[in-house]
Antibody, heavy 116, light 112 residues
């Protein structure tokens, strides 16, 4: 059974960088897309971007200049970096397997609060 | 404002059938597959429907999907109290030079 687990800090200061890692277990990362999706408190889902197993990426225009998603298949991990965060970036951050038309496995989420 | 439009809420009694709509345009639903997700309170979303109509093997056949033109629909038959959740549609949008993933704003289902 494929499982995903987010890890990273739960509190980030304004203007700093939010960094999260997703560890994949129970399956290979090969030939698959891996995505980050977030959900502000009480609001809906927002797609951030994806990385392909070979390292190719695609980001939402809403984050294009502030985000980097990378993959390390040797560790079965992929990562999110969101730069220059503000309170508006406070959200539950989910990693998920898939992109485009289907996200079939999700992590439990990592709630990140941006505050001093 | 979400690119895909869903009703904020729907409700029905146990045992009844309910449908949730997802409206888009020719740049997203009109040319791409749609998926649906269920988010129970305090949990991560779960894939219910993909490729418009397909169900993962572990999903009950009470859940079904359909797509016509630029709209998609999720139907839930034989409603149970455990179906109370938020439901989201999703697809790919090609309106910009680079495609992007998009979600509907979500629909809260209440089982009366």
């Amino acid at each position: 059974q494929v499982q995903l687990q987010e890890s990273g800090p739960r509190l980030v200061k304004p203007s700093e960088t939010l960094s999260l890692t997703c560890t994949v277990s129970g399956g290979s990362m090969t030939n698959l897309y891996w995505s980050w999706i977030r959900q502000p408190p009480g609001k809906g889902l927002e797609w951030i971007g994806y990385v392909f197993h070979s390292g190719g990426t695609n980001y939402s225009p809403s984050f294009k200049d502030r985000v980097t998603i990378s993959v390390d298949t040797s560790k079965n991990q992929f990562s999110l970096k969101l730069f220059s965060v503000s309170a508006a970036d406070t959200a539950m951050y989910y990693c998920a397997r898939g992109a485009l038309y289907r996200y079939d496995y999700w992590g439990r989420g990592n709630l990140v609060t941006v505050s001093t | 404002q979400s690119i895909l439009t869903q009703p904020p809420s729907v409700s029905a009694a146990p045992g009844q059938r309910v449908t949730i709509s997802c409206s888009g345009n020719s740049s997203n639903i009109g040319k791409n597959f749609v998926s649906w997700y269920q988010q129970l309170p305090g949990t991560a979303p779960r894939l219910l429907i993909y490729d418009n109509i397909k169900r993962p093997s572990e999903i009950s056949d009470r859940f079904s999907g359909a797509k016509s033109g630029t709209s998609a629909t999720l139907a839930i038959a034989g409603l149970q109290t455990g179906d109370e959740a938020d439901y989201y549609c999703s697809t790919w949008d090609n309106s910009l030079s680079i495609g992007r993933g998009v979600f509907g704003g979500g629909t809260r289902l209440t089982v009366l």
